[in-house]
């Protein structure tokens, strides 16, 4: 009998995002984690499409090949897939049954799984070897627990509504049934069902990612990955370095199944403390330009002799490997010891390697002319999250799959465009997909890196937008979204959960403003600033800033530029950074005062605060008609209108917080430059 | 009342380390970290351990019997206390829109209830992993006309008041209404976070690199006063419920729990958790009334002998461990099953008679939570292995298919999970109400 054919909105949504991106000690499992969770999408998207399916979200461009063969990055890959996969399928003689199409959407999201654990499996078993390297040759994964944990880690939640064609073939109530999918999706994750363990073992550790299930290690892992020998069915044999630099198990480490196949990837992701030192290196790399050379040289020297320290860095970045292709814990004082900590034989306490000892020591005092003329870098970085803004309005407003997917396609090219904007910056992206975007940005390029980004959005997206109004021709607006920018400043000695942890909360707080000062709802960015030692400080501000910092003065400068004008004076030298403080301090005497009274007084204090500093900003000349004139004229005018806009000890006490994130955004490095640079000029 | 039963306030006078699965050793950088509550194991091993050693201990010759008698007392609950009002694990079938930032919010926050849908528009559908073939309905926010369809829950509290709980599983039309007046709600404790690090033995001074980060929950809370007045510090307290075993503890074991613990009013003092971190342990009969269902409550199941749709809902107060994972074992597919035909998973819960039959319509869950621990019994130390629990405040949606509605009355607070140590352990407390 002939199948009637029907045609159906089809939702698959894959998951667990809890396994794949929340459970990460390191970059490396979080960079790994998205992206096997994006290429799992991917594939899923690719399945249904050469199944015959018609997709709409996501856009895939063309000449996009799925890599099915292995398992390796790609550093070219410049697609995310965000883990909700739309399109149009059909039933009828060749697919009978809709729900065939969930059993396609799932056996292609096993397959890819497997492939990831199956290249995994490879370089973690007896002879493991991948690429002439050899990974071990004693395994070190224990296979019970390992084939147990094979199953149900992809999570796939598939939802259907039926779409029908009018009369003039196009599909009808696109808008109205996309919201019905949407609806039962949700409620389809509602109920995360889920099957009980089924090996029970006593006395095995749990995985150091997130304790959920049993480590996958064998009791000695650790140690063979170190070197020492093992005896195996009665001969001696030893793990091997490749291995220990591919996994980078901890001492007391233990993986799970899915925590090894991502420590198991061939990383193309660089530490934070890579991301961190970029600012450093950069101005080493321009004022030092011999002594940085003579540091190179010895470098590449020394990576030639095959030293392990000095093995070179692997980033999607190329501009990141080429400035400093070491791991930059080598530039770090404070790493010494931890690096020496590694090669030391802790019962003789000599170097187990006397060329990795012999390396070291000649490496490290090649820095003392640069720190001489630098300092030293600066451990903290920033990790920018970035959302799109009221997109699930946006699609509401969609009214057939050709209009949804030509905002696929616009989200597609953000992802891409994010990617690059992020490298261009030496960034370094852990996932661009969709309308998010996760990275690691240098602290000084952090400001220009999210405000392109905020800009590039709402530009890709105006495009469409703004022809799929024209076209229906009935004066129907629709509003281009905007893009919030959390970022959070954190040490790059911080666990990696608490870093990602801190940028989600930085996201959630440029989309919602906790207090009436920092303006209304979304179209945010906000900075937070998470010291090593201290408490947390931070503030949030929109975009377009009519209702920012200094909504009662109509020359407004928006945060944004505030904290762009005061990063350029710190660099040059026009303010100093004790204001900060005393600011922070008077504010803290004006709370409580009746703001309308004591505003001159604030005023006048503050004034008082930039006199007393002799902050070069409000210096003044005599001109040859004996006239007094700002030396800094459009600076200082702007510093004015930033004051105009201080009404109250809370708007000094945001500004104040403004100037301490400025401080962070600008390192001591930077700044010296132009101190000196003004002291001589001031001399002459 | 089970007239063996005991009633126990816990006062934890230090952070309580309820740790996760995460190996914690002493190596460089090692951190601790806590869940966002006590499981039900925890605090039932600390009490049974409490409950050892005023019997005498656990090194005579009687050791195992008494670990026997031990190990058959349920100890059942771990419930926040504040103020003398007791809290339960709010449930994920309360739906919260934060209306905060609108600025023409005519309140802070909607409330709604998520049900089941009534039955699926021609030709939609959604994919069942684990269901065997079951058909199961997909739980969604009610809509009021007018109102954008996607709503999709902000965060929330952790906790519900046990007032708020009768509301919400008896007159679940007036959610929205109740919940806007007042904030019936309780965060969970604040973390604890603590440095360590290693003191070199000979020198006194820390060890270069030997940095150790412990977190722990910390039962103290801020309270805001309703109207903007006052502020000031609670402590949270645990209520739980402790009960005898119905076995005789054997001739040389002649001890019972209430012989054991000292009178009311008299507080034990003993470690709950991990590093011995300690607690106070108070009987309060005042505690009782909680476990036994609310009239309010009881009266709205049997008014549902009346009626002709008979839906119930099961609202886990503690985490559930079930044999089929998701899915209580005592709800199986018809064994005589058309081809064809709609099937749904159909049982009787545990001590309930078996004339009640109940069909699961729908469920709304989290996902799985990991349940581990370490094994402190002779023979047996170590680490435990990993099972899958479903999370504290999950919802079954059911319809009574044969049976009276009231006798679920009975199951208040009763566990459902499906093996007996499970049950005695306090996994799965159960309870009951309409939608």
Not at chain 1, 382 to 410: F, N, T, V, Y
Not at chain 1, 414 to 431: P, T
Not at chain 1, 573 to 600: C, M, P, T, V
Not at chain 2, 45 to 72: C, H, P, V, W, Y
Request: proline share 5%.
């Amino acid at each position: 009998m002939k199948a009637n054919p029907q045609s159906f909105l089809f939702a698959v949504h894959v998951g667990p995002v809890q396994d794949f991106i929340v459970a990460a000690r390191r970059t490396k499992d979080l960079w790994a984690g998205s992206r096997m969770l994006s290429q799992i999408s991917l594939s899923v998207a690719h399945a249904l499409k050469n199944e015959g399916a018609e997709l709409i979200f996501p856009c895939l461009p063309e000449g996009l090949e799925e890599r099915h063969s292995n398992a390796e990055a790609d550093s070219n890959e410049t697609i995310g897939v965000a883990n909700v996969i739309i399109s149009i399928v059909s039933t009828g003689q060749e697919i009978p049954e809709i729900n065939t199409w969930a059993q396609v959407a799932r056996s292609a999201a096993d397959n890819r799984w497997r492939e990831f654990v199956a290249y995994a499996e490879k370089i973690a078993s007896v002879n493991g070897v991948r690429d002439k390297i050899q990974f071990s040759n004693l395994s070190i994964i224990r296979e019970d627990l390992w084939k147990q944990q094979l199953d149900g880690v992809v999570e796939l939640y598939c939802a259907w509504v039926p779409l029908e064609k009018n009369a003039s073939l196009d599909w009808q109530d696109y808008a109205k049934q996309r919201t019905r999918l949407m609806q039962i999706l949700n409620g389809r994750k509602n109920l995360k069902d889920f099957l009980p363990n089924s090996i029970n073992v006593d006395g095995i550790p749990k995985s150091s990612l997130d304790g959920a299930r049993e480590s996958v290690l064998l009791k000695d892992a650790y140690k063979i990955l170190q070197g020492e020998s093992q005896i195996d069915n009665g001969s001696e044999k030893r793990g091997t370095g490749a291995l220990r630099s591919l996994l980078k198990l901890a001492q007391g480490e233990q993986l799970d199944l899915v925590g090894f196949v991502k420590r198991a990837q061939d990383m193309k992701f660089v530490s934070v403390s890579q991301v961190a030192a970029i600012p450093w290196m950069l101005v080493a790399q321009e004022r030092c330009k011999e002594e940085w050379a003579l540091l190179m040289e010895k470098g590449k020297r020394l990576q030639g002799k095959g030293i392990e320290m000095f093995a070179p860095i692997r980033s999607s970045n190329g501009k990141i490997e080429a400035l400093f292709p070491f791991d930059a814990e080598l530039l770090y004082k404070n790493r010494h010891s931890v690096i020496d900590s590694r090669y030391l034989d802790p019962k003789t306490n000599s170097y187990s390697d006397r060329s990795s000892e012999e390396a070291l020591h000649e490496f490290i005092p090649l820095l003392v002319p640069l720190k001489h003329e630098i300092g030293e870098p600066s451990p903290y970085l920033a990790i920018l999250q970035a959302d799109g803004d009221r997109m699930g309005k946006l699609l509401q407003q969609m009214e057939s799959p050709d209009e949804h997917r030509r905002i696929s396609e616009a989200l597609a090219q953000f992802s891409q465009d994010a990617r690059k904007l992020l490298q261009k910056q030496y960034g370094e992206c852990i996932y661009a997909g969709g309308d998010d975007v996760l990275g690691l940005v240098p602290l000084t390029k952090v400001l220009e890196v999210s405000s392109k980004l905020h800009d590039l959005f709402s530009q890709i997206l105006k495009t469409p937008i703004e022809e799929i109004a024209k076209k229906r021709n009935n004066n129907t607006e629709i509003e281009t979204p905007t893009l919030s920018v959390g970022i959070a400043i954190a040490h790059s000695l911080t666990p990696l959960e608490e870093l990602r942890q801190y940028a989600r909360e930085a996201e959630k707080k440029a989309k919602n403003p906790t207090m009436p000062s920092e303006g209304d709802e979304r179209n945010g960015f906000s900075i937070v600033m998470h010291p090593r030692s201290g408490s947390i400080y931070g503030f949030r501000a929109r975009w377009s800033d009519s209702d920012s910092i200094a909504n009662h003065s109509e020359e407004i400068v928006s945060a944004f530029d505030q904290l762009s004008h005061i990063c350029e004076w710190f660099r040059r030298a026009l303010l100093s950074r004790g204001i900060a403080y005393d600011f922070q301090e008077l504010a803290r005497l004006h709370k409580g005062w009746d703001a309308k009274n004591s505003k001159d007084a604030l005023r006048n204090e503050m004034e008082l605060i930039l006199k007393r500093k002799k902050v070069p900003i409000i210096d003044s000349l005599i001109d040859e008609q004996g006239q007094r004139q700002q030396k800094y004229p459009s600076e200082y005018g702007i510093l004015q209108r930033i004051l105009n806009g201080i009404h109250s000890a809370q708007d000094l006490e945001r500004f104040a917080v403004l100037l301490r994130i400025a401080m962070e955004l600008v390192p001591s490095f930077e700044r010296e430059r132009f101190e000196k640079n003004r002291k001589s000029e001031v001399a002459s | 009342m089970n007239s063996r039963a005991l009633f126990i306030r816990t006062s934890p006078r230090d952070p309580v380390v309820s740790r996760d699965g995460r190996p914690f050793g002493s190596f460089p950088g090692a951190r601790m970290k806590s869940l966002q509550w006590v499981l039900p194991s925890a605090l039932a091993g600390s009490f049974r351990t409490m409950l050892g050693k005023l019997a005498g201990g656990f090194r005579g010759e009687n050791t195992s019997e008494l670990i026997q008698f031990l190990r058959d007392c349920s100890i059942q609950g771990g419930f926040p206390v504040v103020d003398n009002c007791l809290y339960l694990p709010t449930p994920r079938d309360l739906l919260k829109i934060d209306r905060s930032s609108d600025v023409n919010k005519s309140e802070n926050s909607i409330y709604r209830l998520q049900r089941p849908i009534k039955e699926w528009r021609s030709g939609e559908g959604m994919d069942l992993s684990f269901a065997g073939g079951a058909t199961l309905l997909p739980v969604l926010p009610e809509v009021h006309e007018g109102e954008k369809e996607d709503y999709k829950s902000d965060p929330l509290p952790d906790f519900m008041s046990f007032e708020a709980m009768i509301q919400h599983l008896s007159e679940p039309e007036n959610v929205g209404v109740f919940f806007n007046k007042i904030n019936h709600f309780l965060k969970g404790p604040q973390e604890d976070r603590r440095f360590h690090v290693k003191i070199k033995g000979e020198q006194g001074a820390a060890e270069d690199g030997m940095l150790f980060s412990s977190s722990a929950l910390d039962f103290g809370i801020l309270q805001e006063k309703e109207n903007g007045i006052g502020r000031e510090w609670e402590s949270m307290q645990l209520a739980l419920r402790v009960v005898e075993s119905e076995k005789s503890a054997g001739d040389q074991v002649e001890k019972n729990i209430r012989s054991l613990f000292p009178e009311s009013g008299n507080e034990v003092i003993h470690p709950l958790g991990g590093e011995r971190r300690i607690a106070g342990w108070k009987e309060d009969g005042g505690l009782s009334k909680h476990w036994k269902c609310p009239d309010k409550i009881r009266e709205s199941l049997q008014a549902l002998k009346n009626t002709e749709e008979k839906c119930i809902r099961m609202i886990l107060a503690s985490p559930a461990l079930f044999d089929d994972g998701w899915k209580p074992g005592w709800l199986q597919l018809p064994k005589d099953k058309i081809k064809n035909s709609t099937i749904y998973y159909e049982g009787s819960p545990p001590g309930a008679p078996d004339s009640l039959q109940l069909r699961l319509i729908g469920a709304i869950m989290d996902r799985w939570k990991p349940v581990s621990g370490w094994s402190l019994e002779e023979g047996k130390t170590g680490a435990k292995p990993v099972r899958r629990m479903v999370p504290a405040g999950s919802v079954y949606f059911f319809q009574v298919i044969k049976g009276n509605p009231g006798d679920l009355a009975n199951l208040w607070l009763e566990s459902v999970s499906d093996q007996a140590q499970d049950q005695r352990d306090g996994f799965g407390l159960s309870l009951w109400g309409i939608y």
